[in-house]
């Protein structure tokens, strides 16, 4: 059975210091991993996904993870804060079999907040 | 294109009660699923419907049920409502049903059961 696991449900970082968060995954197959964004009030949003093209990928609002099989982690990083980024995010995982890949299983979730 | 549209965005129905809920998907998306978030187990996977079959269906009791339409578009039904099915429920669709399609989620529909 595939799961996922997120380190830490808050983290608080200055604006402009790194972002790191933290994602680690167990799946029987090679895995697809997401990471999703969630606002208050709103639905989630795809900030970048892996499907084993390249381990190091590259998102929207300047955010990438990189896919490390040997420690089984997608972590998800940003070089500079912005207070816009406050909000939770959701690592995610898909196992690559045709048929029962068709749910997605979300970690608990990390509430990223960013002060001045 | 237009995003992933569900309607209500917010429903408060009486312990008891049914309720339906409505997902209109990307255009071109065949792929429907469902899920509901709550405080206390997070998100869950409901179930995938593909060209109007349930593909997958996750760990809820019967009183939760689907159905898609041949415009791709999705109803899930919860009968008998009670209170722990307060949650926001999440509808995703994707452009098919192989898992390397990212799925592209709606606002989502706030029910609060009284």
């Known amino acids: 059975a595939q799961s996922v696991t997120q380190l830490g449900s808050h983290v608080s970082v200055s604006e402009g210091a790194l972002v790191l968060l933290r994602c680690n995954y167990s799946s029987s197959v090679p895995p697809y991993l997401f990471w999703y964004v969630q606002y208050p009030n709103q639905g989630l949003q795809l900030l970048l996904k892996?499907?084993?093209?390249?381990?190091l990928v590259k998102g929207i609002n300047g955010f990438e993870a990189e896919f490390k099989k040997s420690e089984t982690s997608f972590h998800l990083t940003k070089p500079s804060a912005h207070m816009s980024d406050a909000a939770e995010y959701f690592c995610?995982?898909?196992?690559?079999?045709?048929?029962?890949?068709?749910?997605?299983?979300f970690g608990t979730g990390t509430r990223l907040q960013v002060t001045l | 294109k237009a995003g992933v549209t569900q309607t209500p965005r917010y429903l408060i129905k009486t312990r008891g009660q049914q309720v339906t809920l409505s997902c209109s998907p990307i255009s071109g998306h065949r792929s429907v699923s469902w899920y509901q978030q709550t405080p206390g187990q997070g998100l869950q996977f409901l179930f995938e419907y593909f060209s109007e079959t349930q593909r997958n269906k996750g760990n809820f009791p019967g009183r939760f049920s689907g159905r898609q339409f041949s415009n791709s578009r999705s109803e899930m039904n919860v009968s008998t409502l009670e209170l722990g099915d307060s949650a926001l429920y999440l509808c995703?669709?994707?452009?098919?049903?192989?898992?390397?399609?990212?799925?592209?989620f709606g606002p989502g529909t706030r029910l609060t059961v009284t």
């Open positions: 995610a995982v898909s196992e690559s079999v045709s048929g029962t890949a068709s749910k997605l299983t």
């Open positions: 995703a669709s994707r452009h098919s049903d192989r898992s390397v399609y990212e799925q592209y």
């Open positions: 892996y499907t084993s093209a390249a381990t």
